[in-house]
């Protein structure tokens, strides 16, 4: 199965997007970017932002088991691997590679 | 780093204050095969289908190390009794790309100190693949389809209604509106044939009335007064 990669970037959502690996995608990277908490009546939904606060190596080892949680919100993808890296400016850039589990 | 595996929230790592490690780790994988039936290639096998995965390992666990050893070591037999599963985290990566099962954990030598302070055990732990999980190909291969295509039907539905374009949805709205169409028509149908059939009666009712008319007309002296009509006659006739 063809592995995708998602990552924290800010992009717009097309909401007009037919195909279907490709919404589910954006479902994947839309959950990333939500941060845990911000949504009512669903709070555990999104990225906890706890990690960001961590030692960078401490963040990497919290990574995988948290995004593998993030994303029992969208049942079709599935994550292979995650990376994190620290900036200069003290932003954290999450990569994740992700298996959509659908057909095409 | 301090960690270097995870399973459902157990975390095996080495810390200041506690050392919590693992020996013994294996992986297993298979599949069960049936023969080939061909006459010249007896004794070969073909792939019927994939086995789940097995990871097996061996937790240890001392007091003299940090560990507490009974809380541990029963809550992880008790994690084996309700069929915990969790992926198998290494380091700060999958183990397999599915989830596993703890189908097995066996208590073994277990050293037991002054009072109940359990001192030293060993924990035999056995996991298996519960799921399809990604690009690990066992299982029966079966593809599994998404729920999202009827939700994409509708929503496309509903742009062609309000004026999207597309042939096939052009038909699904002619089809679907066909049984309306028709029950207008007959609708339509019986309100014309009432209105002809009161039209033909009125018709009837006026042809007769006229004819009377003129049957009265006739039996009564034209010379008796000069009437508009006899005047236009005369009038026609100069």
Redesign the interface.
């Given at each position: 199965m063809a592995q995708y990669q998602i990552d924290n970037v800010a992009s717009p959502i097309n909401f007009q997007e037919d195909d279907i690996i490709l919404r589910t995608l954006q479902n994947a990277k839309n959950l990333l970017m939500c941060h845990m908490g911000e949504v009512p009546y669903d709070r555990y939904r999104g990225f906890d932002p706890a990690l960001f606060d961590l030692p960078i190596e401490q963040m990497r080892e919290e990574l995988l088991p948290e995004l593998d949680r993030v994303m029992m919100w969208e049942p079709d993808v599935e994550v292979v691997d995650a990376e994190a890296t620290l900036f200069n400016d003290g932003t954290v850039y999450i990569k994740a590679i992700v298996e959509v589990t659908i057909d095409e | 780093?301090?960690?270097i595996g995870?399973w459902n929230g157990y975390k095996f790592k080495i810390t200041s204050n506690v050392i919590r490690g693992f020996t013994g780790l294996t992986v297993k994988g298979a599949c069960e095969t049936e023969d080939k039936k061909k006459k010249k290639s007896l004794g070969y096998v073909k792939r019927k289908q994939g086995k789940p995965s097995e990871v097996s390992l061996t937790v240890v666990l001392s007091a003299a190390i940090g560990c507490d050893v009974r809380n541990e070591a029963m809550n992880l037999v008790n994690s084996a009794t309700a069929g915990a599963k969790d992926?198998f985290?290494i380091?700060?990566?999958?183990l397999l790309?599915c989830k596993l099962m703890l189908v097995e954990a066996s208590l073994k030598e277990v050293s037991v100190g002054m009072g109940d302070t359990w001192i030293a055990a060993q924990v035999q732990l056995t996991m298996k693949q519960c799921d399809?999980?990604?690009?690990s190909s066992s299982g029966s291969g079966k593809?599994?389809?998404?729920k999202?295509?009827s939700v994409?039907k509708k929503s496309t539905k509903k742009a062609k209604s309000s004026g999207g374009s597309g042939k096939k949805s052009e038909v699904d709205a002619i089809t679907g509106a066909a049984p309306s169409v028709t029950k207008m028509q007959a609708k339509v149908a019986q309100t014309v044939k009432k209105a002809v059939t009161s039209a033909t009666a009125t018709i009837k009712k006026i042809t007769t009335a006229a004819k009377k008319l003129t049957a009265s007309k006739k039996s009564t002296p034209k010379a008796t007064s000069p009437s508009s009509s006899s005047r236009r006659i005369s009038g026609a006739t100069r």
């Open positions: - | 780093m301090a960690e995870r992926y985290y380091g700060s990566h999958k790309a399809k999980g990604g690009s593809k599994k389809k998404s999202k295509k994409k």
